[in-house]
Nanobody, 119 residues
Framework: VQLQASGGGTVQAGGSLRLSCEAS????????MGWYRQPPGKPRELVAT???????YLTDSVKGRFAVSRGNAKNTGYLQMNSLKPEDTAVYYC??????????????WGQGTLVTVSS
C-alpha cells in the first residue's frame, strides 16, 4: 500500500495549483484523507481533511482559497489551491487512514511535493 502525491511546482502569487494524492495497492477502504504542509524552518501543519463521506475541514488561513475533494473511486484526493500567496510556500504532504483488509487500518504519508509561490 502506498500514497503518491503530485502536482507541486512554482507559481506566481495569485496563481493556482492542484495537488493530487492517490492510494494504491491493497486498499480495502480509504477513510479520511488529509493535506499537511511544512513551510521552510517551521513545523508541519494541518491544511485540510476530507472524510470518506465528504465532510471537509480547512484551516482558517486557506478558507476561501483552497478546496479539498476526492475522486469518485474514493482512493484519490485533491487539494485545489487558488489565489496562492508567498506564505503558502511549503512542502505539502498527503496523509490517509486506510483500511487494508476490513479489519486493520494503516496511517500512511505520501512523499512531499514542493509548492513555491513567488511574489
Amino acid at each position: 500500500v502506498q500514497l503518491q502525491a503530485s502536482g507541486g511546482g512554482t507559481v506566481q502569487a495569485g496563481g493556482s495549483l492542484r495537488l493530487s494524492c492517490e492510494a494504491s495497492g491493497s486498499t480495502y477502504r480509504v477513510n479520511t484523507m488529509g493535506w499537511y504542509r511544512q513551510p521552510p524552518g517551521k513545523p508541519r501543519e494541518l491544511v485540510a481533511t476530507i472524510s470518506r463521506t465528504g465532510a471537509r475541514y480547512l484551516t482558517d488561513s486557506v478558507k476561501g482559497r483552497f478546496a479539498v475533494s476526492r475522486g469518485n473511486a474514493k482512493n484519490t484526493g485533491y487539494l485545489q489551491m487558488n489565489s496562492l500567496k508567498p506564505e503558502d510556500t511549503a512542502v505539502y504532504y498527503c496523509n490517509a487512514d486506510i483500511n487494508i483488509d476490513g479489519n486493520n487500518n494503516l496511517g500512511l504519508w505520501g512523499q512531499g511535493t514542493l509548492v513555491t509561490v513567488s511574489s
